[in-house]
């Protein structure tokens, strides 16, 4: 058998249950187990990359939402535009019959105006966003004033909710925070309506993830590369992100990572950062500390490809292994012609087969020390942090064929 010229994918060398294509008997089912059957296979985890920005003076006003009024009631006129990637952003199920349509508009129960863009970001087009704020996880991205932006979407999010209930996961990276002045934002400079909102929104989150993505953390290759004091080392456990917003997320990773996990290349700002923004950001709020300590907080870790290499199903995954593998055994005949009279660098596949998603570390609310960082560290961009005392869920990406 030849040798492997790269990894294997994780996400579809697990073993599935047999798919049949046909169930010509399921229209003969009693009524309340289709129903169920559609409901239970709707309950999966997103990741929705939501762009929030404010329109040009000059642009096209073809998309309205539900906006306050000083007295409280919706009236249309949205300043703000979310923009969202249009890649299997819609269930199946809202075009496979009407009753499983229906079904599908009853668990995704927000329907809140957007623009969808297209994979390859070219083109939009007004559409609907449609969301179940208990499964879907929203990553919010803006460098324009939160107040405009952030608030009016959670909102926004409140007003098309039938519940009334709105935003209850998030994810947030510390561009955002920063860029947008959210960290600083106070509530009494709001009306309302909007401080309503935004408070109400704060005070039920349930789930926050700390979203830290790189262009580089797997592969470094001593003086080739920009982090210092690593050496030469392939981090084939890394998790690599996809376009797919559907995850399933698996509470420890059960790939054997242990030695991944001793040296992981964090290559953002220090994950310190997010997390004192975060906190300042509810102390402005005054979100009372009880439920700041409840709210469940995640750091996520994941190796973005560049856009020329973004990964939408099995085959682009492939195609990203194959081309990475390539390249490190480039880099690695580059650098061995620094070892005089010492062998040359190889590599080659191991056991451990490359996931396409992220990690999830878990993280204590009252913990001055998160991923094994302590206060004595300086704060510095590129940490290498020491993270097997800390073992990560997976959030694994759908992988279509």
């Known amino acids: 058998m030849a040798p492997k010229e790269y990894q294997s994918i994780y996400n579809i060398s697990q073993p599935r249950p047999p798919c049949h294509d046909a169930f010509p008997q399921f229209t003969r089912l009693p009524g309340e187990l289709r129903l169920q059957i559609w409901r239970e296979s709707l309950k999966r985890n997103r990741l929705i990359r939501v762009d929030l920005a404010l329109p040009k003076p000059d642009a096209d006003a073809d998309i309205r939402y539900s906006h306050r009024t ?235 490809p560049t856009e020329g290499d973004a990964v939408f199903g099995s085959e682009d995954a492939a195609r990203f292994l194959e081309k990475e593998n390539k390249q490190w055994k480039a880099m690695l005949e580059t650098v061995s012609g620094f070892r005089k009279n010492k062998p040359p660098y190889s590599w080659s596949p191991g056991e451990v087969d490359a996931a396409f998603g992220f990690w999830l570390f878990p993280v204590d609310a009252d913990d001055r020390a998160p991923l094994g960082l302590t206060e004595d560290d300086p704060l510095k961009w590129n940490q290498v942090l020491q993270l097997s005392n800390c073992w990560p869920e997976l959030g694994l990406s759908e992988m279509p064929q």
């Open 70 to 304: 000083d007295c409280g009631k919706a009236i249309t006129g949205g300043r703000y535009h979310a923009t969202i990637p249009g890649y299997h952003i819609y269930s199946k199920l809202l075009r496979v019959s009407a009753e499983a349509r229906y079904e599908a508009l009853l668990f995704y129960r927000i329907h809140i105006p957007c623009y969808i863009r297209d994979p390859w970001g070219k083109t939009r087009k007004a559409s609907i966003l449609y969301l179940n704020p208990e499964y879907d996880f929203l990553h919010l991205e803006t460098r324009f004033p939160a107040k405009d932006t952030v608030v009016d979407y959670m909102f926004d999010i409140k007003a098309y909710d039938p519940l009334g209930v709105g935003l209850r996961n998030l994810a947030i990276d510390q561009n955002t925070i920063q860029s947008s002045g959210w960290v600083a934002l106070k509530p009494e400079h709001l009306d309302l309506p909007a401080r309503t909102a935004y408070l109400e929104t704060l005070s039920q989150l349930r789930e926050v993830f700390w979203v830290n993505i790189t262009s580089f953390a797997r592969r470094n290759a001593g003086p080739l590369s920009p982090i210092r004091g690593l050496g030469v080392r392939f981090n084939d456990g890394f998790p690599i992100m996809t376009r797919e917003p559907v995850f399933d997320r698996l509470r420890a990773d059960p790939r054997p990572i242990d030695e991944n996990l001793e040296k992981v290349i964090i290559a953002t700002p220090d994950p310190r950062e997010i997390m004192k923004s975060w906190h300042r950001l509810l102390a402005n709020a005054a979100i009372h500390r009880d439920h700041a300590n409840s709210i469940q907080y995640r750091y996520l870790l994941a190796q973005t």
